[in-house]
């Protein structure tokens, strides 16, 4: 079991660069995989990225593939999500979540944090 906090949201202009952290508590933090997820208005949840306990193995949707990198720190319970390029159809609230078993995009993510909202403006 896992507690997880996002935090770093804001309101950037387009082509510029945001970093998420999402902080943890919880035991074997390093077993779970970690991913982002975004929900923008009136759309459904989406998968962004993913990486696995070790941050071995990575995993992008193809919308930001390129432009954004997840990474973590086991030593500091912590998971990132390096925004660059920013675009206005990336504005969503951004959620970290974690999976005990898997870390691929199909993988199911029980453990989820609040939310921040990241804006993009044109």
């Known amino acids: 079991q896992v507690q997880l906090v996002e935090s770093g949201g804001g309101l950037v202009q387009a082509g510029g660069s945001l970093r998420l952290s999402c902080a943890a508590s919880g035991r074997a933090f390093s077993t779970y995989g970690l991913a982002w997820f975004r929900q923008a208005p009136g759309k459904e949840r989406e998968f962004v990225a993913s990486?696995?306990?070790?941050?071995?193995?990575?995993y992008y949707a193809d919308s930001v593939k390129g432009r954004f990198t997840i990474s973590r720190d086991n030593a500091k319970n912590t998971v990132y999500l390096q925004m660059n390029s920013l675009k206005p159809e990336d504005t969503a609230v951004y959620y970290c979540?974690?999976?005990?078993?898997?870390?691929?995009?199909?993988?199911?993510?029980?453990?989820w944090g609040q939310g921040t909202q990241v804006t993009v403006s044109s």
């Open positions: 990486v696995s306990g070790s941050g071995d193995t990575t």
């Open positions: 979540g974690g999976s005990r078993y898997g870390t691929g995009p199909l993988a199911y993510y029980g453990y």
